[in-house]
């Protein structure tokens, strides 16, 4: 079982960065990030497979964001470049056993990304 708590979270200028991370029992589980932001159903954002050699990315965040995993610290990271007054949402992790099928068996509470224009 992971319980996962992400972190990281805030207010930033659009064109800045932002790095949130997900922390928990997630060494052994391929991770994925989603979004939601108010009025608009979640989104898949990018996910990891266990071992960080496998990763895939929304076309909309392509090129601008990056996941990284240390399970040394049983942590998987997101970094933000280049945000975007649309990036604004409430992210949230989310762990499975499978890496691109499946349901997420575990997830997160959420961190909220605001960016401003």
């Known amino acids: 079982q992971a319980q996962l708590v992400e972190s990281g979270g805030g207010l930033v200028q659009a064109g800045g960065s932002l790095r949130i991370s997900c922390a928990g029992s997630?060494?052994?589980?391929?991770v994925g990030w989603f979004r939601q932001a108010p009025g608009k159903e979640r989104e898949f954002v990018a996910a990891?497979?266990?071992?960080?050699?496998?990763?895939v990315y929304a076309n909309s965040v392509k090129g601008r964001f990056t996941i990284s995993r240390d399970n040394t610290k049983n942590t998987v990271y997101l970094q933000m470049n280049s945000l975007k007054p649309e990036d604004t949402a409430i992210y949230r992790c989310?762990?499975?056993?499978?890496?691109?099928?499946?349901?997420?068996?575990?997830w997160g509470q959420g961190t909220q990304v605001t960016v401003s224009s």
């Open positions: 989310a762990a499975r056993s499978t890496f691109l099928t499946g349901p997420y068996s575990y």
């Open positions: 997630v060494r052994t589980f391929n």
């Open positions: 990891i497979n266990w071992s960080g050699g496998g990763t």
